[in-house]
């Protein structure tokens, strides 16, 4: 369903309240969970697609507001860095 840019502002708030309450502390607990050397549980993997599959539909929303291109650019970032470790922990076990 695409979204006016009328609307744009309000969910931006949501998606930006939402990265702060919700998915930032606990992409930061995997981080530090697989920095230790541990894998991810296949709810930690759950979590992980359902982040990687809202970033696809936010995407024309981005697109749109390319000032929180480079924040997005980070989060991705910080979630592949978690998803590369995770994987590296996996093959060492």
């Known amino acids: 369903m695409p979204h006016s840019s009328d609307h744009d502002p309000g969910l931006i708030q949501v998606l930006v309240e939402r990265l702060n309450t ?3 502390p606990c992409a930061l607990d995997l981080k530090k969970k697989v920095d230790g050397g541990a894998t991810l549980s296949d709810f930690d993997m759950r979590f992980l697609e359902d982040v ?3 970033a696809q539909k936010i995407r024309p929303l981005i ?3 390319p000032e929180y291109q480079d924040l997005v650019t980070r989060v991705i970032h910080l979630y ?3 998803l590369d470790k995770a994987t ?3 093959n060492k076990a």
């Open 22 to 24: 919700q998915r930032l």
């Open 52 to 54: 990687f599959a809202d």
């Open 63 to 65: 697109e749109r507001h």
């Open 80 to 82: 592949k860095e978690i």
């Open 88 to 90: 590296n922990n996996e």
